[in-house]
């Protein structure tokens, strides 16, 4: 996010760097690993580890608008959901079915020194489902929300990422793809229009126009390309667009319109 919206390139490439890392090293046999040291990989990865990870993906694929990060945000995404995701509770756990047998299986809802592991799972799953039209991924996020009205309710202050989810939930959604070379400066303001504001309740998608591989993923990059053959961007609400824009102006008024008096 910084990388963006500060324009520095060295945080780009550092973050890049750290997600090569983690994907090629500590991703064992498909499964996410917790801990590294010395060459070795152990200790089977958490939920949190795995709901992190995939919001650092979606993110990373908002800056570079290349596939590869939101084709392995969507594969953990399902992963996490396999391996954590209990539907006769509802519920996420913190440690996946195979893990090592506890006397009780592990839960925490509350956010502490970290969100919680169940709220950042049900926040991506949210995304991804919006993303990648998996409407699956919405029943269950939405499932898990109906789980812990009670202590969004009665404690607040320990929920924050579950309302933040929640409102997610029940808000239209900005839906909005990013047709052009991520190198292009073009590319770079339109990006910087859509981090730059305040728009909690959005997604963020992109392609260089050159494939069809994007595409594929997610539904939002169907049938899109640059207008003019310069870098453009739609702006969607459930899957319903407004007319397509090139200059930055003209992105950030579709996207914090002004409120009528």
Same mark, same amino acid.
């Given at each position: 996010?910084? @990388? +963006?919206?500060?324009?520095r390139?060295?945080y780009l490439e550092? $973050?890049v760097?750290c997600?090569?890392f !983690?994907?090629s090293t500590l991703v064992?046999e498909?499964?996410?690993?917790r801990?590294y040291?010395?060459g070795?990989?152990k200790?089977?990865?958490?939920l949190?580890?795995?709901a992190?990870?995939?919001n650092g993906?979606?993110?990373?694929h908002?800056a570079?608008l290349?596939d590869?990060?939101?084709d392995?945000a969507?594969k953990?995404?399902?992963?996490?959901?396999?391996?954590?995701?209990d539907?006769?509770?509802?519920?996420f756990?913190d440690?996946g079915?195979?893990?090592?047998?506890?006397?009780?299986r592990?839960?925490?809802?509350q956010?502490g020194a970290?969100?919680?592991?169940?709220?950042?799972?049900v926040?991506?799953?949210?995304?991804? @489902? +919006?993303?990648?039209g998996?409407k699956?991924?919405?029943?269950? $996020?939405?499932a898990?929300l109906g789980? !812990?009205?009670?202590?969004?309710s009665?404690y607040?202050i320990?929920?924050?990422?579950?309302l933040?989810?929640?409102?997610?939930h029940?808000?239209d959604?900005?839906?909005?793809?990013?047709?052009g070379?991520n190198e292009s400066?073009?590319?770079?303001?339109l990006l910087r229009e859509?981090f730059?504001s305040?728009?909690?309740?959005?997604v963020l998608?992109?392609?260089?126009?050159?494939g069809?591989?994007v595409?594929?993923?997610?539904?939002?990059l169907?049938?899109?390309?640059?207008?003019e053959?310069?870098?453009?961007?739609?702006?969607?609400?459930?899957?319903v667009?407004?007319l397509p824009?090139?200059?930055p102006e003209?992105?950030?008024?579709i996207?914090m319109?002004?409120s009528?008096?």
């Amino acid at each position: 996010e910084a @990388s +963006v919206v500060l324009d520095r390139q060295d945080y780009l490439e550092s $973050a890049v760097k750290c997600a090569k890392f !983690v994907l090629s090293t500590l991703v064992n046999e498909s499964r996410l690993m917790r801990s590294y040291n010395v060459g070795r990989s152990k200790i089977s990865a958490y939920l949190e580890d795995y709901a992190c990870l995939v919001n650092g993906l979606l993110v990373l694929h908002e800056a570079t608008l290349q596939d590869v990060w939101l084709d392995e945000a969507i594969k953990l995404g399902n992963l996490m959901v396999d391996l954590f995701w209990d539907e006769t509770g509802s519920v996420f756990f913190d440690t996946g079915y195979d893990h090592e047998n506890l006397i009780i299986r592990p839960r925490s809802d509350q956010d502490g020194a970290m969100p919680s592991g169940g709220a950042v799972a049900v926040d991506v799953l949210l995304r991804l @489902s +919006v993303i990648s039209g998996e409407k699956e991924l919405g029943r269950i $996020a939405s499932a898990a929300l109906g789980n !812990v009205t009670e202590l969004m309710s009665r404690y607040p202050i320990s929920a924050g990422h579950w309302l933040c989810a929640l409102d997610f939930h029940m808000s239209d959604v900005k839906q909005i793809a990013i047709i052009g070379d991520n190198e292009s400066p073009e590319t770079k303001r339109l990006l910087r229009e859509v981090f730059g504001s305040y728009i909690p309740n959005r997604v963020l998608v992109g392609s260089d126009g050159a494939g069809d591989s994007v595409s594929s993923l997610t539904p939002l990059l169907k049938g899109r390309s640059p207008i003019e053959g310069k870098s453009t961007a739609f702006v969607c609400e459930n899957y319903v667009c407004d007319l397509p824009v090139n200059d930055p102006e003209d992105l950030t008024r579709i996207l914090m319109p002004k409120s009528k008096s």
